[in-house]
């Protein structure tokens, strides 16, 4: 029997959408204020679920569609909303994926 497979999904930023996207986030000031800094927190994040064991995806944050998700979704533009999106997305990928 095969082992369960746990599994993450993790809001992705590109470099070239971080400034816009720190314009649209309601909590932006939770966020840090440059790209290279958020890159160091998210990849040392990424390694440390990955050391656990756990199957991560990057969900790539659109600024052009994420805020229609959310107002479709009954979401503020915010962490709650990225960490829903990365989640529902991930798992879409996964079974996709099998």
Known sequence: MAEPVSG???AWY???DYDRLL???EDADKLPANYDKWLASAEKGLKHLKG????TVKV???PDQFPGWCAANGHN???KARIRFA??????QFRQSN
């Not at 656990?52 to 199957?55: D, H």
């Open 60 to 62: 790539i944050i659109d």
């Open 8 to 10: 993450f999904g993790m």
């Open 87 to 92: 989640s529902i997305e991930a798992a879409r």
């Open 23 to 25: 314009s649209i986030f």
């Open 77 to 79: 533009v915010d962490a």
């Open 52 to 55: 656990q064991g756990i199957f």
């Open 14 to 16: 590109r470099r070239e």
